[in-house]
Structures are given as C-alpha cells and as structure tokens.
C-alpha cells in the first residue's frame, strides 16, 4: 500500500488544519494506522494512532485534547484534525500503517510511509 499525506500549509497559532492520507495501490482498512511529525534537524515523533475500524485512538501528550484522528473506510483515507495549533507544531506530517504491538508510538513498528505534508504555525 502507498500512503499519500496532504492538507499541510501555513497557519497561524490558534488556527486548524485538516490533515488527510490516501491510500493507493490496496486497501489499507485491515491496518491500524498512525500519524508521526518531524520538525526540521528533529527526529520523528508519534502524534497519534488508531485501529482499523476506528474504535480506539491513542495520542502524543502534546496534542491529546487539540487533535482528533479519525478514518473513513468508504474512502480509504485516514484524517488528523488540528485544533488550537502552536508554532511548535510546525514539523512535516507523516502518516503510516502499524505492523506491530497496538499502544506504540516507536517509528520502527510503524510502516508503508508516505510523503509528508508540511505544517507551518506561525506566531
């Protein structure tokens, strides 16, 4: 499965952005699913995940209570809601498919990765 990120652009703190991934190539609404950022000279970090029938999510401490992932099965792309953002969100945003343990938020276990869209907060 390819994986193609997208919603990304300039905001300004306070402001949202809806972030999508489309799948191409398969399905991928057998997998959990993920979303990771990496801010510029930084490594990437988890932001949020969820099962593949959307019943359960689980989240960065940084974002829980501003971002709400969520998919749609009908059109085979996942969504990252970005509310009340902060400069220090600014980063490129990844999503990718879980292959391992359920409750991860190591990079490793996580694959099939697209091309990022690019998040920038101003202040």
């Known amino acids: 499965v390819q994986l193609q990120a997208s919603g990304g652009g300039l905001v300004q703190a306070g402001g949202s952005l809806r972030l999508s991934c489309a799948a191409s190539?398969?399905?991928?609404?057998?997998?959990?699913m993920g979303w990771f950022r990496q801010p510029p000279g930084q490594e990437r970090d988890f932001v949020a995940a969820i099962t593949s029938g959307g019943a359960s999510t689980y989240y960065a401490d940084s974002v829980n209570g501003r971002f709400t992932i969520s998919r749609d099965k009908a059109k085979n792309t996942a969504y990252l809601q970005m509310n009340s953002l902060k400069p220090e969100d600014t980063a490129v945003y990844y999503c990718?498919?879980?292959?391992?343990?359920?409750?991860?938020?190591?990079?490793?276990?996580?694959?099939?990765w697209g091309q990022g869209t690019q998040v920038t907060v101003s202040s």
């Open positions: 990718a498919v879980l292959l391992r343990r359920w409750g991860t938020k190591n990079p490793t276990d996580f694959g099939s």
């Open positions: 190539g398969r399905t991928f609404n057998g997998y959990p």
